[in-house]
């Protein structure tokens, strides 16, 4: 709807120049966002959306809060079936649907076939037909105040088998004998095995490395620069092995892939039918996941996700996914997570078949995502929206939205799981975020446009690559100050930090190349 259904004393107060007026009609267009009026109540949600990416912090921060309270909520806010004997019929489980009229006007799909969801009033009503094996679905309600995800999981194991028959009882009078007869036999049986055998000799205790344990890696305040690759034309992404013994390097200029070995620095390409963009590593290293699309203009073609072997170097298969997949990366339950650029939302698939499992909806447009150490916390950046999406990984539902730093492109988490890091591109700063309390700290001033950001293995350095003033920002992360801006090649795109702890790599956009950097102190 048109906010033009607004009156036009509280349209002149949305547009004021008056930072104060702007806030104070926030609470009036959250009161008519909840109304009955429908169509009033769209034109203040797109109000409120439209405040939500204000230059003012204190007007984002208080329009991000009413849309938090213009939503729906359900109870229960996911259905478990739990474990059920194959061969049971659908079973139903009831969702009530709370929230204000607008929110309530919805529709409901289902992931799956064996799912059905059936609106009823502020009843939803999902039903599940079991069949053999662990099941997890979704169903999505739609509406104009943005749409939910109500997680649906179920069980349905082997049956049982029979129990044996009992053993049939024996005399009693007959079970002393028969034992102290085999006992008798046993001790010969024993006796004559020993006799016939040569002595046993005990092995030696394992032996035990002398010295103290190896030392602890520790990163630098000051990296170095320690070589640079060539590879593809316009790198983008990168990624490193699990064992860091190999780095991975989307293409953006290309439709290749380059494999390059980090111990000879040799480079391998993997050609892809289009264009390469961003890289990830699945948790045991077997698989590669290149995001892909062809932009012309506007006209956005090619979206997917390449499934790369990374023992034999051949494509698998390509995944279908929503408009301009970005950054996209594997999360602890071994899932796959793509931030969806075009879509506003981010893209789940299942570990193992890659079944698109469910997508989260956040606010425009999603740039990357990282997790919490626990696997309980998924976090993306909102770049056009100025905020930064939360999302429970139980659940699969954002539960939060954070207003941070201007244009925010990248997220990493630090390995103990305490701290998020959020490079803001036109802000030109770092916010750290706790990721406990979700309470933030900065901004941090960095380089111009910072692209992409990434953390030591000992959580001691934030590292981000500044694509504005090519060089790479070094933040020490338990105070944002900044220890070090190092000089890398043209156009540093992003940034990726191997497991060992020892090296980073920065891919250069215009040199075509992929800067080393020594991380250790």
Excluded: C
């Amino acid at each position: 709807m048109s906010e033009t259904r607004l009156p036009a004393k509280l349209r002149k107060r949305i547009t004021s120049v008056n930072r104060d007026v702007r806030v104070r009609v926030i609470a009036e267009l959250e009161r008519l966002a909840t109304g009955a009026d429908t169509d009033r109540a769209a034109a203040a949600l797109d109000a409120l959306s439209a405040l939500a990416t204000d230059d003012s912090l204190a007007v984002r921060e208080a329009a991000s809060a009413a849309l938090g309270r213009t939503t729906i909520s359900l109870d229960p806010d996911r259905v478990d079936f739990g474990d059920l004997v194959p061969g049971t019929s659908r079973v139903v489980a009831e969702v009530t649907i709370g929230g204000p009229p607008l929110a309530r006007a919805l529709t409901a799909t289902a992931s799956d076939p064996a799912l059905r969801a059936t609106l009823d009033g502020d009843r939803l009503r999902v039903s599940w037909l079991p069949s053999a094996g662990a099941f997890r679905g979704t169903v999505t309600l739609h509406g104009p105040a943005g749409d939910t995800n109500l997680l649906v999981t179920g069980q349905a194991g082997a049956a049982s088998p029979p129990s044996p028959p009992s053993p049939r009882p024996r005399s009693r009078r007959r079970w002393p004998v028969v034992a102290a007869a085999v006992a008798v036999l046993l001790l010969i049986a024993g006796a004559w095995t020993l006799l016939d055998q040569p002595p046993r000799v005990s092995p030696p205790p394992t032996a035990r490395p002398a010295g103290p344990p190896p030392p602890r890696l520790v990163s630098s305040p000051k990296p170095r620069v320690a070589g640079t690759i060539p590879v593809g034309a316009e790198p983008e992404g990168v990624a490193v092995s699990p064992d860091s013994s190999t780095v991975y390097v989307a293409n953006q200029g290309a439709r290749v892939l380059s494999v390059i070995d980090a111990a000879s620095r040799r480079v391998t390409p993997v050609t892809l039918r289009n264009t390469a963009r961003f890289v990830a590593v699945s948790r045991d290293g077997r698989t590669v996941f290149v995001s892909m699309y062809e932009k012309t203009g506007t006209v956005i073609s090619g979206s997917g996700v390449a499934v790369v072997d990374a023992a034999t170097r051949t494509v698998r298969r390509y995944l279908a996914t929503g408009a301009q997949p970005y950054d996209l990366a594997v999360a602890p339950d071994d899932r796959l997570w793509v931030p969806i650029h075009g879509g506003r939302s981010v893209e789940i698939y299942a570990a193992g078949d890659l079944r698109l499992v469910t997508r989260v909806f956040v606010p425009k447009n999603p740039h990357s995502v990282a997790f919490s150490a626990d696997g309980q916390r998924a976090f993306t950046p909102d770049h056009e929206s100025n905020s930064m999406s939360v999302i429970d990984m139980r659940t699969d539902r954002r539960v939060a939205t954070l207003a941070v730093s201007r244009a925010p492109h990248s997220v990493a988490v630090t390995p103990d799981g305490r701290k998020v890091i959020v490079a803001a591109w036109e802000a030109g700063a770092v916010d750290i975020i706790d990721a406990l309390t979700l309470g933030r700290a900065g901004p941090f001033r960095v380089g111009y446009h910072p692209q992409s950001v990434a953390v030591a293995v000992d959580g001691g350095f934030a590292y981000t690559v500044n694509e504005g003033d090519a060089t790479v920002s070094v933040i020490r992360v338990r105070d944002g100050r900044v220890t070090a801006t190092i000089p890398v090649g043209d156009s540093p795109r992003t940034v990726a930090v191997a497991p060992d702890g020892r090296f980073a790599y920065v891919t250069n956009g215009h040199d075509n190349t992929v800067s080393v950097l020594s991380l250790a102190a």
